[in-house]
């Protein structure tokens, strides 16, 4: 299965937080937050959406933030995602 979005909303796949110590050693980040950086792994077809023409800003592949409330949790085929809106994407990470 998957996760086709429509209008103007993202599927996003959470990236693993992990933090390393300054002598290297890398520590899981179970007790912390969750981060609000993750990939997009699909994007929706963006158009007319609420009367407003709106057009995709992101790709799949890129590495976004987004809004820390943002979104609907969903777990499909034991993978965790975040459908979000296009306005909940606040920047995109670039390298």
Do not use: F, H, W
Request: hydrophobic share 40%; no cysteine.
């Amino acid at each position: 299965m998957r996760l086709v979005p429509l209008g103007d909303r993202i599927v996003l796949k959470q990236l693993v937080a992990e933090e390393t110590t300054k002598s290297g050693i890398v520590l899981p980040g179970q007790n912390k937050e969750k981060p609000q950086q993750a990939e997009v792994v699909a994007v929706g077809p963006g158009g007319m959406v609420d009367g407003k023409e709106v057009k995709m800003e992101v790709k799949v592949g890129d590495q976004v933030i987004y809004s820390k409330y943002a979104g609907t949790e969903v777990k499909l085929d034991e993978e965790e995602y975040i459908i979000v809106k296009q306005n909940d994407v606040l920047a995109i990470v670039s390298k």
